[in-house]
Every structure is written in structure tokens, then in C-alpha cells.
């Protein structure tokens, strides 16, 4: 479908409207503007844009509406604003997803970032859906290849499952959510980046998607310059995308960096509106916001197609049981730790596979294949256990036979982890199996 589609130029004419409601401010305080004479008119989330009479204007969204006023967030810090200034309701963005987005970046409103012309969509959709009724969703589907030999054998993905990334600074992190992008079987992939640092919005579409990648992604960006309401739209808005696409039948890839940074911009807006910060800082409101993201995500019904999803979170410290952490590995299938050790020692992806585990296992698959699973689970952990001994020269050959057979095969396992794989899941057990074989330790 083409950008200038008549049919999508008569859609854009039709959402046009001739008149404008304007209204005044009447308080500035805490962050927040009261403004009268828009009562009767505004929606919560609508956006306006207050006239200063000595700046530039100032954009907002409303937050509140009550009998004789409504409460404005501005987008910037409202230095200048004079009582009295002019606020004028715009018309409410239309969001209107359509298969032409494919290969293109985009902000959270529908607007274009890579400098080529848009058109919205036939369908205006809501950002805030509803995901699928409980009942009505399929199970979980297929086995995917990730293009990586660890996630082919030792953590499947399937068809509608939603994991969790969850990593520091600097291990790693945006690299592995590009080689999915790129590699993991999927109709379509959307991207949500989400306060991401204006330089690497351009490096992850040019250099870690590049153009292979982008055609057949949906790039929604919120820089970390931008207010606290596009960042936390930023999400919604991808996930309005990945429904669209989902509901043309096709399969889903969805990327989130980082779940961890809506969260943060929920809290400076939740700040605003008086709700008081109880889980570490963050506010009651964040665990139904996520878990309501995620539950968006996942099987469809019917003829639909299926949202896979990982969700990105910066953990700090490697502290597992911080709050975001904490509420992510409650509401999703599974969860893939990256370990800064395994990345200072050059391993990448650096996946700590003892701390990470995928709910799609046992059924994702067969009975062999979980025996190998288990196999190599047993001698990681064996090793893990007894490292410090081992480096420190007190391991003996001959007290524990499990050990003996862990040492054997750590190196070879340990660069099995860090393959790239292009030949298919079975390509990947086979070698798992050799692998361990060779050293002796295959399962009969």
C-alpha cells in the first residue's frame, strides 16, 4: 500500500476538524497547570498547547478534569507561564496503524522520525486495548528459531510466549534484542525504545537492523529528552502497532527496551498527580500498568496471529528483587539473565543460564531433547558450584565423577552458549549433543 494511498488521504481529511476549544490558565503549582474554560470539552489524556506570551509554546496532555477546571502536564518545565495565557484543546491524534508502516520509524504519536512522509492508517485504533479474553486465546504455539544456540536448545521461545531481559548497563543487552530482530522467525517485528539515547536510536536501525531488519520492522522511538507521557505512550503505542499487525493474521515479534524506563515515566507523571511512591520509590499504579502491557502481548484468538514478546529490564546491581524485576517475573513465561561476570570474560551473549529458565519446557520440547536439557543443566551447575576451587587449583580429577565430566566439557559448552546459529533448532541439539558425547557425558 502506497504512502499516498487515496484512500488514506481521504481518511486524514476526514479527522481534520475546522474548530478549536480554548481556555486560560488559572494555577501554576507542583509541576502541574489548572486551566478553566476547557472543562466541558477535554478528555483525560487529550493533548494542549499553552500559549506563552513570552516563549515558545508549551504542549501538554490532560491529566485530570473537574467541575470548573482541568489539570495540564506539560511536556517541558512551565517557566514563563503567565496566568491568564492562552490554552487551546487540540484535536485528540488519530493513531492509526497500517501494514505501509512496515520499515519505518516512528514516534509515539504516529509521526514520522526518519524524515519520509506518513500517512495514519484506514483505522484508528486505541492505544489502551484491551488484550484478548482469557478464554478465547489460543495455547502457546510453535517452536521459533532465534538464531542463537543457546536460546534454540537451553531456553525455547515458542509462538505467543513473553520473556523477560533482564540486564545491567553495558552486558550486552541492546545487542541481543537486535540479533532477535534480525534473526528470530517472525512475520513482522516491532521495536518500542523506550527513553533510549537519541544517538542510538539511529545506530539500532542503520547498524544493528540495518536494511534487511527494517523491512520488516515497525520502529516506534520516545528519545530520553521527551517528556514522561511520550515515553510512557512510547510503549502503548508499539504494542497498538504489534495488535494491528497481529490482527492481520500475522505472527509477532515484539521488543521492548526497557519496560524499566516506562515505569520511570509513569512514576514522574504519577508524582504529578498526587499519588504517593510505596514500592522503592515507585507508585501503587505501576504493577497493574505493566502487567496490563504484558497481558497485551501473547496468543491471539481465532484467526488472529501470536505476540511474542520480550520485555527489556535495566536491573541494577544485578538486584533480581528490585520492584520492576520483581513484578515482570510474575506475569510472564520466562525469564533470560545476562551476567556482567560472563560478559567481562568476553562471552556474549552473556545469558547466565542457572539464572534464567523458560516456562515453555517441558512441552516446547520432545523427550530427548529435555534429557539433553537436563544434562547440560546439571554439569553448568556442577561446575558453577565448584569454581572458585577450581581456579584456586584444589579441584582433584577423581572425587565427584559429575565434576570431572563438568570440567571436561565447560570450555566447549561455554562456546556453544556464545554460537550463532543459522542452520535450524535440530542443528542446534545436534551439536549440543555431540558436544557432550565427545566429552563423554551424553546421556544414553
Not at 516491532?190 to 533510549?196: I, P, T
Given at each position: 500500500?502506497?504512502?499516498?494511498?487515496?484512500?488514506?488521504?481521504k481518511?486524514?481529511?476526514?479527522?481534520?476538524?475546522?474548530?478549536?476549544h480554548?481556555?486560560?490558565v488559572?494555577?501554576?503549582?507542583?509541576?502541574?497547570i489548572?486551566?478553566?474554560?476547557?472543562?466541558?470539552?477535554a478528555?483525560?489524556?487529550?493533548?494542549?498547547?499553552?500559549?506563552?506570551?513570552?516563549?515558545?509554546?508549551?504542549?501538554?496532555?490532560?491529566?485530570?478534569?473537574?467541575?470548573?477546571?482541568?489539570?495540564m502536564?506539560?511536556?517541558?518545565a512551565?517557566?514563563?507561564?503567565?496566568?491568564?495565557?492562552r490554552?487551546?484543546?487540540?484535536?485528540?491524534?488519530?493513531?492509526?496503524?497500517?501494514?505501509?508502516?512496515?520499515?519505518?520509524?516512528?514516534?509515539?504519536?504516529?509521526?514520522?522520525?526518519?524524515?519520509?512522509?506518513?500517512?495514519?492508517?484506514?483505522?484508528?485504533?486505541?492505544?489502551?486495548?484491551?488484550?484478548?479474553?482469557?478464554?478465547?486465546r489460543?495455547?502457546?504455539?510453535?517452536?521459533?528459531?532465534?538464531?542463537?544456540?543457546?536460546?534454540?536448545?537451553?531456553?525455547?521461545?515458542?509462538?505467543?510466549?513473553?520473556v523477560?531481559?533482564?540486564?545491567g548497563?553495558?552486558?550486552?543487552?541492546?545487542?541481543?534484542l537486535?540479533?532477535?530482530?534480525?534473526?528470530?522467525?517472525?512475520?513482522?517485528?516491532?521495536?518500542?525504545?523506550v527513553?533510549?539515547?537519541?544517538?542510538?536510536?539511529?545506530?539500532?536501525?542503520?547498524?544493528?537492523?540495518?536494511?534487511?531488519?527494517?523491512?520488516?520492522?515497525?520502529?516506534?522511538?520516545?528519545?530520553s529528552?521527551?517528556?514522561?507521557?511520550?515515553?510512557?505512550?512510547?510503549?502503548?503505542?508499539?504494542?497498538?502497532?504489534?495488535e494491528?499487525?497481529?490482527?492481520?493474521?500475522?505472527?509477532?515479534?515484539f521488543?521492548?527496551?526497557s519496560?524499566?524506563?516506562?515505569?520511570?515515566?509513569?512514576?514522574?507523571?504519577?508524582?504529578?498527580?498526587?499519588?504517593?511512591?510505596?514500592?522503592r520509590?515507585?507508585?501503587?499504579?505501576?504493577?497493574?500498568?505493566?502487567?496490563g502491557?504484558?497481558?497485551?502481548?501473547?496468543?491471539?484468538?481465532?484467526?488472529?496471529?501470536?505476540?511474542?514478546?520480550?520485555?527489556?529490564?535495566?536491573?541494577?546491581?544485578s538486584?533480581?528483587?528490585?520492584?520492576?524485576a520483581?513484578?515482570?517475573?510474575?506475569?510472564?513465561?520466562?525469564?533470560?539473565?545476562?551476567?556482567?561476570?560472563?560478559a567481562?570474560?568476553?562471552?556474549?551473549?552473556?545469558i547466565?543460564?542457572?539464572?534464567?529458565?523458560?516456562?515453555?519446557?517441558?512441552?516446547?520440547?520432545?523427550?530427548?531433547?529435555?534429557?539433553?536439557?537436563?544434562?547440560?543443566?546439571?554439569l553448568?551447575g556442577?561446575?558453577?558450584?565448584?569454581?572458585?576451587?577450581?581456579?584456586?587449583?584444589?579441584?582433584s580429577?577423581?572425587?565427584?565423577?559429575l565434576?570431572?565430566?563438568?570440567?571436561?566439557?565447560?570450555?566447549?559448552?561455554?562456546?556453544?552458549?556464545?554460537?550463532?546459529?543459522?542452520?535450524?533448532?535440530?542443528?542446534s541439539?545436534?551439536?549440543?549433543?555431540?558436544?557432550?558425547?565427545?566429552?563423554?557425558?551424553?546421556?544414553?
Amino acid at each position: 500500500m502506497s504512502d499516498l494511498d487515496p484512500m488514506l488521504l481521504k481518511c486524514e481529511f476526514d479527522r481534520l476538524s475546522a474548530t478549536r476549544h480554548m481556555g486560560h490558565v488559572a494555577c501554576v503549582a507542583r509541576g502541574v497547570i489548572e486551566v478553566a474554560g476547557l472543562e466541558s470539552h477535554a478528555r483525560i489524556g487529550d493533548h494542549v498547547t499553552l500559549r506563552r506570551r513570552n516563549g515558545p509554546a508549551l504542549a501538554g496532555e490532560v491529566l485530570h478534569v473537574e467541575a470548573d477546571l482541568i489539570h495540564m502536564l506539560p511536556a517541558t518545565a512551565p517557566d514563563g507561564v503567565c496566568l491568564g495565557d492562552r490554552v487551546i484543546l487540540q484535536q485528540t491524534p488519530a493513531f492509526a496503524p497500517g501494514m505501509h508502516w512496515l520499515g519505518r520509524v516512528i514516534d509515539p504519536f504516529g509521526q514520522p522520525l526518519d524524515g519520509k512522509p506518513l500517512l495514519q492508517g484506514v483505522q484508528t485504533q486505541d492505544i489502551m486495548q484491551a488484550p484478548p479474553a482469557a478464554v478465547d486465546r489460543k495455547p502457546l504455539g510453535a517452536r521459533m528459531e532465534t538464531g542463537l544456540a543457546m536460546l534454540n536448545t537451553m531456553l525455547p521461545l515458542v509462538q505467543g510466549q513473553r520473556v523477560g531481559l533482564f540486564a545491567g548497563s553495558g552486558v550486552g543487552k541492546s545487542t541481543l534484542l537486535a540479533t532477535l530482530a534480525r534473526s528470530m522467525q517472525a512475520d513482522a517485528v516491532v521495536v518500542a525504545l523506550v527513553g533510549e539515547r537519541g544517538r542510538e536510536v539511529n545506530e539500532f536501525v542503520e547498524y544493528a537492523l540495518g536494511s534487511e531488519g527494517m523491512r520488516r520492522s515497525v520502529v516506534v522511538a520516545a528519545t530520553s529528552d521527551q517528556s514522561a507521557l511520550a515515553r510512557r505512550r512510547c510503549a502503548w503505542s508499539a504494542m497498538s502497532v504489534a495488535e494491528y499487525l497481529r490482527d492481520q493474521g500475522m505472527n509477532i515479534l515484539f521488543l521492548a527496551d526497557s519496560v524499566t524506563r516506562f515505569a520511570e515515566a509513569h512514576r514522574e507523571i504519577a508524582v504529578a498527580t498526587g499519588e504517593q511512591p510505596s514500592l522503592r520509590g515507585f507508585p501503587p499504579s505501576v504493577t497493574p500498568l505493566i502487567a496490563g502491557l504484558c497481558e497485551r502481548a501473547g496468543p491471539g484468538k481465532g484467526e488472529q496471529g501470536d505476540i511474542t514478546a520480550v520485555f527489556s529490564v535495566l536491573v541494577a546491581g544485578s538486584d533480581m528483587d528490585e520492584p520492576i524485576a520483581d513484578i515482570l517475573r510474575g506475569v510472564l513465561d520466562g525469564h533470560i539473565v545476562l551476567s556482567r561476570e560472563i560478559a567481562e570474560r568476553g562471552r556474549f551473549p552473556a545469558i547466565d543460564l542457572s539464572r534464567s529458565v523458560s516456562r515453555s519446557l517441558p512441552n516446547a520440547a520432545t523427550e530427548e531433547e529435555n534429557l539433553l536439557i537436563s544434562q547440560t543443566r546439571r554439569l553448568v551447575g556442577s561446575y558453577e558450584q565448584s569454581e572458585v576451587m577450581i581456579k584456586a587449583g584444589l579441584y582433584s580429577e577423581g572425587a565427584d565423577p559429575l565434576l570431572d565430566q563438568a570440567v571436561r566439557v565447560h570450555d566447549e559448552l561455554d562456546a556453544f552458549f556464545a554460537r550463532s546459529e543459522t542452520d535450524g533448532i535440530k542443528n542446534s541439539f545436534d551439536r549440543l549433543q555431540l558436544i557432550l558425547r565427545r566429552s563423554g557425558t551424553a546421556l544414553a
